[in-house]
């Protein structure tokens, strides 16, 4: 969500902004609108005025006993009845097309977000780890059914296309993955542990900005309420409509929750395997900090991400987002990038983001400093920590052998009782 005030101080900077995504000049039809609405304001203002005006001059020749003229002046307070009500019903209309407008508006880019309209555009910034490279490889696919252990079928019978059923080794590596990571973020990075709901309502939906734009890849429920895509829209709302002390932050939350997206926009894309599922689990990682902090918590939770990947030995990269490439709701995006053998590339495994203050100001979450007057809007920032499933196939993919077996990262050995290898017998 963007201030208004801020784009009538500098409107050729918000569409310069924009540009860089690819969006044409909209500044114009914004402050277009916006004067529509100070004026319709100003004649209903009006309109009140003189309203009380004719009522004061009533009552005072009421009081003193005289009726000459009190007819016309009733008169004339009742046609302002009805002007009065047409220009509230036109102010709250333009106050409506305004905020839809702007809340249809993305994010602005950083300053040093790289130019460009797609992932070519996007840059490396580090590398870890070498690629697994064997002639031989499978992919995740492939092993899970040599193993018994991923069923697609028995899925798609109970739920149709995009679903799996995971058994066996299988079931319970998934489930050590999730343990490792929320451990791993809670116990030695610091964020508290937070148990959210998995279904909320529109306001926590738009404070986070899946809607109204989004709602196509999302799922809503008889009752009216979204099963939650991730995390952040619950941790993010923890702190809608507060103000919280400038002393209590950073705040740092995580959970482990299933995450649910209908992927209507993905027809076509990534239908073999686990790769883009409509239903997976992800440790979510969300911030909640100053203006001041925000570049600093955002590297921050970059390296608590790669960290997960790091401990897990899986070769990966870390690549800055372009302009173009942004998701609607942020102003810089990492993205690690873990490698797949059987694709012969590095694929999407968890996105870092700061959001400035663009949820703050649609979900009224703000702070104040101690002895300072007003408060301010903070800035929210979130990463995945990271996603269960895709974890789940680059470790699959990663550290087979050719009898197809999937050995244990030594970090899971604790969570697996010491297990090294996932083997038809498990």
């Keep these: 969500m963007h201030d208004i005030h801020a784009i009538r101080e500098n409107p050729s900077a918000y569409d310069k902004a924009w540009a860089r995504r690819g969006l044409q000049p909209r500044t114009t039809a914004i402050l277009n609108l916006d004067g529509a609405l100070r004026a319709a304001r100003t004649e209903l203002q009006g309109a009140q005025a003189r309203r009380k005006e004719i009522s004061r001059r009533i009552g005072a020749r009421k009081t003193l006993g005289s009726e000459a003229g009190a007819g016309d002046f009733m008169a004339a307070a009742e046609a302002l009845k009805i002007t009065i009500a047409a220009a509230s019903e036109n102010e709250t209309r333009l106050e409506k097309e305004l905020h839809d407008l702007l809340a249809a508006q993305p994010n602005v880019p950083d300053a040093d977000v790289p130019d460009g309209d797609g992932p070519s555009a996007n840059l490396e910034v580090r590398r870890y780890g070498e690629p697994f490279l064997a002639g031989w490889v499978k992919d995740h696919v492939e092993l899970g059914e040599g193993l018994a252990m991923m069923d697609f079928a028995a899925a798609a019978r109970m739920s149709g296309a995009r679903f799996v059923v995971l058994s066996g080794g299988l079931a319970r590596l998934e489930r050590a993955l999730g343990q490792f990571m929320i451990d791993l973020q809670t116990l030695e990075n610091g964020y508290l542990e937070v148990a959210p709901p998995l279904l909320v309502r529109d306001q926590a939906m738009f404070g986070t900005g899946q809607l109204p734009k989004f709602a196509e890849e999302l799922f809503l429920t008889t009752d009216g309420r979204w099963l939650i895509p991730t995390a952040e829209v619950s941790l993010a709302n923890l702190v809608r409509e507060r103000i919280v002390p400038a002393e209590a932050l950073p ?98 495994i968890s996105s870092c983001s700061d959001c400035g203050d663009f949820q703050a100001r649609r979900m009224d979450a703000r702070f104040k400093v101690a002895g300072e007057k007003g408060a301010r809007f903070v800035h929210t920032l979130n990463g995945s920590g990271l996603a269960v499933g895709r974890t789940l196939v680059a470790i699959m993919e990663n550290y087979q052998d050719e009898r197809g077996r999937i050995a244990v990262p030594q970090a899971l050995h604790p969570y697996l009782r010491g297990l090294s290898h996932i083997e038809p017998d498990n």
């Excluded at 993205?335 to 059987?342: C, T």
């Design 251 to 348: 705040m740092r939350f995580t959970a482990l929750t299933p995450c649910f997206r209908s992927e209507a926009g993905a027809s076509g894309t990534d239908t073999r395997g686990m790769i883009r599922m409509h239903q997976f689990s992800k440790v979510e990682l969300v911030s909640v900090t100053t203006p001041e902090e925000s570049p600093a918590e955002l590297d921050r939770t970059v390296a608590c991400a790669e960290g997960v990947l790091k401990r897990l030995e899986l070769p990966f990269r870390t690549v800055v987002l372009c302009a173009g490439d942004m998701g609607f709701t942020v102003r810089k995006t990492y993205d690690l990038e873990v490698w797949l053998p059987s694709q012969r590339t590095y694929r999407e």
